[in-house]
């Protein structure tokens, strides 16, 4: 056996006796199982059961009925119900990205050997680069989830002047609704109808829908709508209200694009300068060596 694989198991052996001991003496969290999670989503029944069957849905199901009952480790739940994807493919994803930090110091090794420098050395941090590499799937999902929710905010705007159009008909608020929602397959109008046959099941009203849609996709502009179509019982006009927050809305929106897009460009600004650094060694570099050899 090569000397790297013999010195990467000290480091093997130390995190799967954390590992062991995490899974052994940590709280146990009883959790329902995908499909439970996402009632009154009826379109993502068969898309979860015809992924469950892969062999990596099976192993991050595995992992997510066994995880410790720590917030840690718990899956970001409102960030993958917005993005639709399975718990267990969130899991899969991570094991599969810590395995990749296991393994990556065996290539920090040879660079090493190669240099002359101790070759166990990197090896000791397979623990912590796998760690490491197991919480990156967190960010990248909450990343892509913030983006959808900016993209739910904007047609949230052309949601509420439909509902107004709907209005001009002398139609009820619940009707106008139902009658909005219908216009587009988007996904977001998809996610909406659906909201709105999980009331049709629980007899509530669609304002209490989208009360408990803009609490689970983390999107006020629905709750506000919420509040103001709840005012309808009182038999009080509000489709000039809904107009002004849609005006208020698309406002909103504008702004939140200019913020992100000066985000965008500021970040920018670190590969341009990485990118013009050689050049400027490449310039500097021999008329210093000139005034040194002076």
């Not at 960030?79 to 718990?87: A, G, H, R, T, Y």
Request: aromatic share 8%; with cysteine; hydrophobic share 50%.
């Amino acid at each position: 056996m090569s000397t790297p694989l013999i010195a990467l198991f000290p480091g093997l052996l130390v995190g799967l006796g954390v590992a062991v001991l995490v899974l052994t003496f940590a709280p146990k969290s009883i959790q329902a199982t995908d499909a439970l999670g996402r009632l009154g989503q009826g379109s993502m029944f068969e898309d979860e059961i015809a992924v469950a069957t892969t062999r990596d849905e099976r192993i991050g199901g595995w992992i997510h009925r066994h995880i410790p009952n720590i917030p840690i480790l718990l899956p970001p739940v409102k960030q993958l119900d917005l993005l639709e994807v399975p718990i267990s493919t969130f899991y899969a994803k991570k094991l599969i990205y810590a395995i990749i930090g296991a393994l990556a110091p065996l290539l920090m090794s040879v660079g090493f050997g190669i240099l002359g420098y101790p070759v166990a050395l990197p090896l000791l941090l397979s623990p912590v680069f796998a760690i490491a590499f197991w919480f990156t799937p967190d960010a990248t999902y909450r990343a892509q989830a913030r983006q959808r929710q900016r993209e739910f905010t904007r047609f949230v705007t052309v949601y509420l002047e439909l509902v107004a159009v709907s209005l001009l008909g002398q139609s009820t608020a619940d009707n106008a609704l139902a009658a909005a929602a219908d216009v587009s397959d988007t996904w977001v109008f998809q996610r909406i109808r659906r909201e709105y046959a999980y009331a049709e099941i629980t007899r509530t009203s669609k304002w209490d829908a989208l009360a408990r849609l803009s609490e689970a996709v983390e999107v006020p502009a629905l709750g506000d709508m919420a509040r103001m179509m709840r005012l309808s019982e009182a038999k009080v006009g509000i489709r000039d209200q809904l107009r002004a927050a849609c005006d208020k809305l698309r406002r909103q929106v504008a702004t939140d694009d200019a913020q992100a897009a000066t985000k965008v460009t500021g970040r920018m600004q670190v590969p341009v300068f990485l990118l013009l650094l050689p050049i400027f060694a490449l310039v500097t570099i021999p008329a210093l060596a000139q005034l040194v050899t002076f």
